[in-house]
């Protein structure tokens, strides 16, 4: 990289990608080509930046300069301007919206300002398919020290003084699941790597090995020889194409320099990587059916005990960590488990990774410290709330997990005090809520996903789940009664209690939460025949006011069922016979003179 001057880092992840942040490094490059400085400036495809809201996004590197929303035709004045002249295109910049300044270096930006990155260090920062890049950033070094340095014992006590705590979801204590693996003997043990991101509104993993995948084979790497294995599966959904190809690239590189492969560091261990693929059924993501999957058996989770550290793949000894504990490793062997431990609280040590999304201004990727409020997170980083509507929850855990509202904005965001209003901190998605969504139409859509994902194979989770989509239905249909209240609440008690996994244990947390929460809007549904919000089609209508109606017929041309009925400045009428709910006339009318209710 010294042989250059400039170097023009560019995201490469899905998002960017899918707004033609390809077809802007492909214009790039050619504009430097015709300036004829393609020994002086590099332009480098990074992993996500993580500020999605604004891709794509260029960072000039050594200047600082953080461009969004580069679009390919940019291309030409960044070269000409930036490159060549020294004067940074001002409109490219990202303006900051209450003080409308323009900020040029990413720290300076508010959505940056209060995260910490670990899992994501390098994300945005190297090419994640060149190695050298990973090496220069330390990369490898963690893998070296442990393997000269410490013994396997050593190494797990390392991880167990960090206090890191699984990233997937249920927050069990990593080093201890090492430490279990370890203990139980056999010819053979396998490291597994869970990528099977599900939950909707989820990109942590992907976007970590789509950025950095040499950061998770380091760390798979000392895992196996903490707990005395020499191989390891990486299952990884197949809708993820980039990140399957981006660690294929990275897995032939590392085996090329020696550093997966037989007699690492001259050591005598010897460790490999493979990749299994998954068709995209929620359920894998609980450990024993993944395995199950890795196998090539069905997908179905089954009874602990014996846990996977007892008998897992092949009935070996497993252990399983997902992509973002992974990429917590090896900054924990170079920096020091105390380091670590320095950040976040006191049980739920570190940082974590979440996909923010739904009715927020700055959607994206997020690593911030554990015990950062939710406010902090939606407000400070998120911007807040899109078209400057009222908050009325956010959703984590993803369809695990359960609705927060206004009133615990404000609790830390630990696995304890997640866990103890009624949500859980999940594999990190954040799904932010404003005064237009309808809860129970919301729980209605987590339901509808998870009774999908079922295996179908314990009758609670099969039959329960099934009736209870079944009275949500119900209730959005303007059937509902109180008794179908009381009937959701007993039901989703009994599956959680007796469900086989997590799926099952976890899917009416939804609903529970919605129930417990906004009670008033189930109430609205079941006694009113009313949706507050206007979401459930069943419980709502348009009508045209009198009064504020100019008879434009903009509603009549744009109705696709011809249902509005009147001539030009005469008021018109809906048909509410043939209108069909589709929003239409409601959102075309520039005088508000439609009304829904």
């Known amino acids: 990289m010294s042989n250059f001057r400039m170097h023009l880092l560019v995201c490469g992840g899905t998002g960017c990608t899918a707004s033609d942040s390809l077809t802007l490094v492909k214009m790039l490059k050619e504009s430097i080509k015709k300036h004829e400085i393609t020994n002086e400036v590099e332009v480098v495809v990074t992993g996500c930046f993580g500020f999605c809201e604004k891709g794509p996004i260029l960072k000039v590197y050594p200047d600082n300069v953080f461009y969004v929303t580069v679009k390919p035709e940019d291309a030409e004045e960044i070269i000409t301007e930036h490159v060549i002249k020294g004067r940074m295109v001002e409109r490219l910049l990202y303006v900051e919206p209450n003080t409308k300044k323009r900020l040029e270096g990413q720290k300076s930006i508010p959505f940056y300002k209060k995260q910490i990155r670990i899992a994501l260090r390098n994300c945005g920062f190297i090419n994640p398919e060149d190695i050298n890049e990973y090496i220069a950033a330390d990369g490898y070094q963690a893998l070296a020290k442990c393997l000269t340095e410490m013994s396997p014992d050593e190494v797990i006590d390392t991880v167990v003084q960090s206090g890191l705590r699984g990233r997937g979801g249920g927050g069990y204590p990593t080093g201890l699941k090492w430490k279990y693996t370890r203990q139980n003997q056999s010819d053979e043990k396998y490291i597994i790597c869970n990528a099977d991101e599900g939950d909707p509104g989820a990109f942590m993993d992907r976007s970590i090995l789509e950025g950095d995948p040499h950061s998770v084979l380091e760390a798979m790497a000392i895992a196996g020889y903490a707990i005395g294995a020499q191989y390891g599966y990486i299952y990884i959904r197949a809708e993820y194409p980039l990140a399957i190809n981006r660690l294929e690239i990275a897995i032939k590189q590392a085996r090329k320099l020696g550093l997966l492969g037989e007699d690492i560091f001259s050591t005598g261990f010897n460790f490999n990587i493979g990749l299994r693929y998954g068709a995209g059924a929620f359920v894998c993501g609980e450990e ?105 929850a956010v959703q984590t855990g993803g369809p695990s997990g359960g609705c927060i509202t206004k009133e615990n904005l404000d609790i830390p965001i630990d696995y304890e005090s997640l866990n103890s209003i009624g949500s859980m901190m999940g594999s990190g998605g954040m799904i932010v809520m404003d005064e237009d969504n309808c809860m129970v139409d919301i729980a209605k859509f987590y339901l509808e996903f998870t009774k999908d994902e079922s295996c179908g194979k314990c009758t609670p989770c099969r039959i329960g789940n099934t009736r209870m989509l079944e009275i949500l239905e119900k209730i959005t249909k303007g059937n509902g009664t109180e008794q179908d209240l009381k009937d959701l609440v007993e039901l989703g008690d009994v599956i959680k209690d007796t469900s086989l996994c997590g799926l099952g244990q976890t899917s009416p947390n939804p609903v529970l939460s919605t129930l417990h929460y906004f009670q008033d809007e189930y109430l609205a549904h079941v006694k009113d025949k009313h949706c507050p919000a206007g979401v459930c089609q069943a419980l709502f209508s ?11 017929t903009a509603c009549a041309r744009i109705c696709p069922a011809h249902c509005i009925e009147g001539e030009r400045k005469v008021v018109h009428v809906i048909d509410q016979s043939r209108c069909i709910k589709c929003s239409a006339c409601y959102n075309t009318c520039k005088f508000n003179a439609i009304e829904k209710g």
């Open 288 to 392: 024993t059916a993944l395995i199950h999957s890795v196998e090539g058996k069905r997908g179905e989770p089954s009874s602990k005990p014996p846990f996977p550290a007892q008998r897992g793949v092949w009935d070996k000894p497993s252990c399983v960590n997902n992509v973002e504990t992974f990429a917590n490793i090896p900054p924990i062997f170079l920096k020091g488990p105390a380091w670590f431990k320095s950040i976040g609280t006191e049980k739920s040590p570190g940082t974590k990774v979440f996909a923010l999304a739904g009715k927020v201004n700055n959607v994206g990727l997020v690593e911030v410290p554990m015990g950062i409020t939710l406010r902090e997170v939606i407000y400070d980083i998120g911007g807040g709330i899109k078209n400057n509507k009222k908050f009325k």
């Open 542 to 552: 348009f009508h045209i006011l009198p009064e504020k109606c100019v008879g434009c």
